[in-house]
């Protein structure tokens, strides 16, 4: 009878055994077997039970060192630099760049809508009785900022201080200060602040927008419904995304790291921790995030940056004198273009920047500075990114000739001066602030070059002016066939014309003749 040999069994998966101060590995399947052969084991299972001895050892060893982790190594996070790295976070990051990202609140105390009831209340039981109720009434904003000068200076977004009397800056400490606003861009939207305090405040570096690719990681810090200071991480969508329609400069970086009501005016980080685009926007049906953000690239938010540093009250941007428009499919064909790119210009103004470099109708501008444009929205924004000082190189289409035209850069002339004035009057124009119409106020407002006339910019909804419907940007050419050119003439004009104005108008390029009795 052959001699039974007895193997050993294979070796047993560890199990956890708990305990007050450690955590045990417990390998008690793994003893020797009793085994009924009496002779001493064949050399194949001396081989056997070394290779598994091996194999037990470096087992143990795998477990201890994954359940007893290096104190050094468990503390040193830090930003992802490479693919390699094991142990990734943005805490060091965050840590930094929080200390910068501030809270924003504004107050306004506004007039409420009369009621009609309140005239029959009023009557039998007074200002004070029965039925009265607060003219009065405070509404708030709330958004974010960026710290970016030690001395205090704060970026945020227009739309976020538009209309406040009272604006606090809150830190992540919780320390709040009174903050002004120094600088007004509402075609950027963005707009500066002032921290009232002497000290010195951490802040934030101004990146560089224009190296980023699709896919970088991105993070946004803000202030999210108000819970307090939030960071979500994402990726860059989408560059240059134009067509937006929240400013005049629409050329946003898209992200889907998640932006909400609140985060407007935070920071968009790259992972060199520098500002990289103030969250502006999103793209939403419930009023929450959907994944799709937009923010003020850092290249745009500069500009206005540098501005406020110098102490100006306006951001001056360069002139072009030319007006442009859309390269349809149709217009690509007709040209010979390969696929629809560029801007067509469509009017030159004479002696303007434009007339002098020698640009001229017909003329497809195809880039700026070397960076390629497809429509009106990216040739705005990387024509005013240019500068007002020096030349900005264009590059065109003629025909069928390629030129580079070099533009002289200059800001927009205010010529005539403005001579703002409220029509104090009882006519049809009362309770309408006007401007003389110039290159610079058009610019301005976005209104058609080479006009003249006096543009209303402001209409009291409460006024004469607003009973009558004119609205912000209509052109007064003409009342009682008198031809306007300065606010003074429009109010003498609209004075001396009794109880009847014939009036000629341009809303939007449209031109409008009216007879208006008062």
């Given at each position: 009878?052959?001699?039974r040999?007895?193997?050993?069994?294979?070796?047993?998966?560890?199990?956890?055994?708990?305990?007050?101060?450690?955590?045990?590995?417990?390998?008690?399947?793994?003893?020797?077997?009793e085994?009924?052969?009496?002779?001493?084991?064949s050399?194949?299972?001396?081989?056997?039970?070394?290779?598994?001895?091996?194999?037990?050892?470096?087992?143990?060893?795998?477990?201890?060192?994954?359940?007893?982790?290096?104190?050094?190594?468990?503390?040193?996070?830090?930003?992802?630099?490479?693919?390699?790295?094991?142990?990734?976070?943005?805490?060091?990051?965050?840590?930094?760049?929080?200390?910068?990202?501030?809270?924003?609140?504004?107050?306004?105390?506004?007039?409420?809508?009369?009621?009609?009831?309140?005239?029959?209340?009023?009557?039998?039981?007074?200002?004070?009785?029965?039925?009265a109720?607060?003219?009065?009434?405070?509404?708030?904003?709330?958004?974010?900022?960026?710290?970016?000068?030690?001395?205090?200076?704060?970026?945020?977004?227009?739309?976020?201080?538009?209309?406040?009397?009272?604006?606090?800056?809150?830190?992540?400490?919780?320390?709040?200060?009174?903050?002004?606003?120094?600088l007004?861009?509402?075609?950027?939207?963005?707009?500066?602040?002032?921290?009232?305090?002497?000290?010195s405040?951490?802040?934030?570096?101004?990146?560089?927008?224009?190296?980023?690719?699709?896919?970088?990681?991105?993070?946004?810090?803000?202030?999210?419904?108000?819970?307090?200071?939030?960071?979500?991480?994402?990726?860059?969508?989408?560059?240059?995304?134009?067509?937006?329609?929240?400013?005049?400069?629409?050329?946003?970086?898209?992200?889907d790291?998640?932006?909400?009501?609140?985060?407007?005016?935070?920071?968009?980080?790259?992972?060199?921790?520098?500002?990289v685009?103030?969250?502006?926007?999103?793209?939403?049906?419930?009023?929450?995030s959907?994944?799709?953000?937009?923010?003020?690239?850092?290249?745009?938010?500069?500009?206005?940056?540098?501005?406020?540093?110098?102490?100006?009250?306006r951001?001056?941007?360069?002139?072009?004198?030319?007006?442009?428009?859309?390269?349809?499919?149709?217009?690509?064909?007709?040209?010979?273009?390969?696929?629809?790119?560029?801007?067509?210009?469509?009017?030159?103004?004479?002696?303007?920047?434009?007339?002098?470099?020698?640009?001229?109708?017909?003329?497809?501008?195809?880039?700026?500075?070397?960076?390629?444009?497809?429509?009106?929205?990216?040739?705005?924004?990387?024509?005013?990114?240019?500068?007002?000082?020096?030349?900005?190189?264009?590059?065109?289409?003629?025909?069928?000739?390629?030129?580079?035209?070099?533009?002289?850069?200059?800001?927009?002339?205010?010529?005539?001066?403005?001579?703002?004035?409220?029509i104090?009057?009882?006519?049809?124009?009362?309770?309408?602030?006007?401007?003389?119409?110039?290159?610079?106020?058009?610019e301005?407002?976005?209104?058609?070059?080479?006009?003249?006339?006096?543009?209303?910019?402001?209409?009291?909804?409460?006024?004469?002016?607003?009973?009558?419907?004119?609205?912000?940007?209509?052109?007064?050419?003409?009342?009682?066939?008198?031809?306007?050119?300065?606010?003074?003439?429009?109010?003498?004009?609209?004075?001396?014309?009794?109880?009847?104005?014939?009036?000629?108008?341009?809303?939007?390029?449209?031109?409008?003749?009216?007879?208006?009795?008062?």
């Amino acid at each position: 009878m052959l001699p039974r040999i007895g193997l050993p069994p294979p070796p047993a998966i560890p199990t956890m055994r708990h305990s007050d101060d450690a955590i045990r590995l417990s390998f008690s399947t793994l003893s020797e077997p009793e085994s009924d052969v009496t002779q001493m084991p064949s050399e194949s299972a001396r081989r056997d039970r070394a290779v598994i001895a091996i194999l037990l050892a470096a087992f143990i060893g795998l477990v201890t060192c994954l359940a007893t982790p290096d104190p050094a190594v468990a503390q040193s996070r830090v930003v992802p630099q490479s693919d390699a790295q094991v142990k990734l976070s943005y805490a060091p990051l965050v840590r930094e760049a929080a200390q910068a990202v501030v809270n924003v609140h504004g107050a306004r105390v506004t007039e409420r809508p009369r009621d009609h009831m309140e005239d029959f209340f009023e009557r039998f039981f007074g200002n004070d009785g029965f039925g009265a109720m607060p003219r009065e009434r405070i509404e708030r904003s709330l958004g974010s900022g960026v710290i970016v000068d030690a001395a205090g200076l704060v970026v945020t977004n227009y739309h976020v201080v538009e209309g406040m009397t009272e604006l606090r800056v809150a830190l992540v400490d919780r320390r709040e200060f009174d903050a002004e606003v120094v600088l007004r861009d509402p075609r950027s939207d963005l707009a500066m602040l002032q921290i009232a305090s002497d000290e010195s405040f951490p802040a934030l570096e101004l990146g560089d927008s224009e190296t980023l690719e699709v896919g970088d990681i991105v993070l946004a810090i803000g202030n999210p419904f108000g819970v307090g200071q939030t960071v979500t991480q994402g990726i860059v969508s989408a560059l240059a995304r134009t067509q937006v329609g929240i400013s005049d400069y629409q050329f946003f970086i898209q992200t889907d790291a998640a932006i909400n009501p609140g985060n407007s005016g935070g920071a968009l980080l790259d992972m060199t921790g520098q500002v990289v685009g103030i969250n502006t926007a999103i793209y939403s049906r419930s009023g929450g995030s959907h994944g799709i953000g937009f923010a003020i690239p850092a290249a745009m938010v500069h500009a206005v940056v540098e501005s406020a540093r110098i102490g100006a009250d306006r951001v001056r941007r360069p002139w072009l004198g030319a007006s442009v428009q859309e390269v349809t499919p149709d217009i690509a064909e007709s040209v010979g273009l390969a696929r629809p790119s560029g801007v067509l210009v469509t009017h030159v103004l004479d002696d303007s920047p434009a007339d002098r470099a020698g640009l001229r109708r017909g003329d497809i501008i195809r880039a700026v500075e070397g960076r390629r444009i497809n429509d009106p929205d990216a040739f705005g924004y990387r024509f005013a990114l240019a500068g007002v000082e020096g030349l900005a190189r264009i590059d065109i289409l003629r025909g069928e000739r390629a030129l580079d035209l070099d533009v002289p850069l200059m800001p927009p002339p205010e010529e005539p001066p403005r001579e703002t004035l409220t029509i104090a009057s009882r006519t049809p124009l009362g309770g309408a602030t006007v401007v003389n119409l110039s290159p610079a106020v058009a610019e301005e407002l976005q209104v058609q070059q080479g006009l003249e006339g006096v543009i209303i910019t402001e209409v009291d909804p409460r006024s004469i002016a607003a009973s009558y419907g004119f609205r912000p940007g209509d052109i007064i050419l003409e009342v009682n066939n008198r031809q306007i050119r300065r606010t003074g003439e429009l109010d003498e004009a609209m004075r001396a014309g009794g109880r009847s104005w014939a009036m000629r108008i341009n809303r939007g390029g449209q031109i409008i003749t009216t007879m208006l009795r008062g």
